[in-house]
């Protein structure tokens, strides 16, 4: 069983996204290998990008006052931040079965739930999402015989919640006015949010358009057409990303009532949205670095010392990694489904 799971993480890499059946059979070893460099080096610089700002910024704020923060938090609050968290991802994994369906993959909620989790585990030890969502995507798509559409589920899940955060963070930083965002993080915000908005209206002459060129293009992307072509058939998804952002706010003013701080619901709906959307940037590997220093400036213009700020993105991030713990058990119960071709 330890062999099994060791081969499960070892294909697992920044560019796993890119080991479709297809993909292998087209492309020449030299082109393949040239890729996998470039991947390599992209990974590379964002991951020491990233760690290079949470170290400058762990070194420019005094960390014994922080731990001592830290050591206040009340356990109950914490204890229930983590179900919390899980709960949401309950959430996550109904959005992904309900996206796969609207491309023929069929499936009960439990099998999704299973896959989602051993991603999600798997995210705990490798960088960034990339490859806990290539791992669930191998899961479904050898499990139904289409690794395509699988592939495709799981860019649509990611995409679906990239739209409702830009969506939410927009609508927040409109309506809530208790702090004053800066110019420059606001526009960033509004103009993301814009951008998804026009790009889920204009999603069915994309895929008209993707209909029409032909050749090997349209082949790739053409398990992503019934996404594309009917962007109402989203709504669902759409709805319980909602619920999941409003969730993950809940998760910070939780902890934020551990330490303390006496910071109002309404503000954690503005700032947990924005940050993330800032975190979403290409920049450093899943938002390492640029999360902490947003949630300094953003917490410190709700009047949060830069110590409990630092204090609660660590305590969020501990919550995160207890709840990916989590997918330790499907993990390991789980067999990786046999890759066989299906009779002609």
């Not at 080096?41 to 020491?48: G, H, P």
């Not at 209909?211 to 669902?236: E, K, M, N, Q």
């Not at 619920?243 to 706010?249: N, P």
Request: positive net charge.
């Amino acid at each position: 069983m330890i062999a099994s799971n060791s081969k499960r993480l070892a294909v697992i890499r920044p560019d796993a996204m890119v080991w479709t059946n297809e993909a292998a059979r087209v492309a020449t070893p030299g082109v393949v290998r040239s890729k996998q460099l470039r991947a390599w080096y992209a990974f590379a610089i964002k991951l020491a990008a990233g760690i290079s700002l949470l170290a400058f910024l762990l070194w420019h704020y005094d960390l014994r006052s922080t731990f001592r923060l830290i050591w206040r938090e009340r356990p109950i609050l914490f204890a229930t931040t983590v179900a919390l968290f899980v709960a949401s991802q309950l959430m996550s994994a109904l959005r992904w079965q309900l996206l796969a369906r609207l491309n023929g993959i069929p499936g009960r909620y439990r099998e999704y739930l299973a896959y989602f989790f051993i991603g999600m585990f798997t995210n705990v030890f490798v960088p960034g999402v990339i490859g806990g969502d290539a791992l669930r995507a191998l899961y479904l798509g050898r499990r139904h015989k289409r690794i395509a559409e699988a592939v495709a589920s799981v860019m649509a899940d990611r995409g679906v919640g990239l739209l409702t955060l830009f969506w939410f963070a927009a609508v927040a930083a409109l309506c809530i006015t208790r702090v004053r965002l800066p110019a420059s993080e606001l526009r960033v915000t509004l103009a993301a949010g814009a951008m998804s908005l026009l790009a889920y209206l204009a999603a069915p002459l994309l895929a008209m358009g993707a209909s029409r060129i032909g050749g090997r293009f349209s082949r790739l992307v053409a398990p992503l057409i019934p996404y594309l072509r009917r962007p109402i058939s989203l709504a669902p998804a759409i709805v319980l990303s909602a619920f999941l952002q409003f969730s993950l706010a809940v998760c910070q003013y939780l902890l934020g009532l551990g330490l303390r701080l006496e910071i109002p619901l309404t503000t954690f709906l503005l700032i947990v949205p924005i940050t993330n959307v800032i975190a979403s940037l290409p920049i450093t590997i899943n938002g390492l670095g640029l999360r902490e220093a947003t949630y300094l400036v953003l917490l410190g213009m709700a009047g949060v010392s830069k110590d409990q700020a630092v204090a609660l993105s660590i305590l969020f991030f501990a919550a995160t990694l207890a709840g990916g713990l989590t997918g330790m058990v499907p993990f390991i119960v789980t067999p990786m489904p046999v890759d066989q071709p299906v009779p002609a």
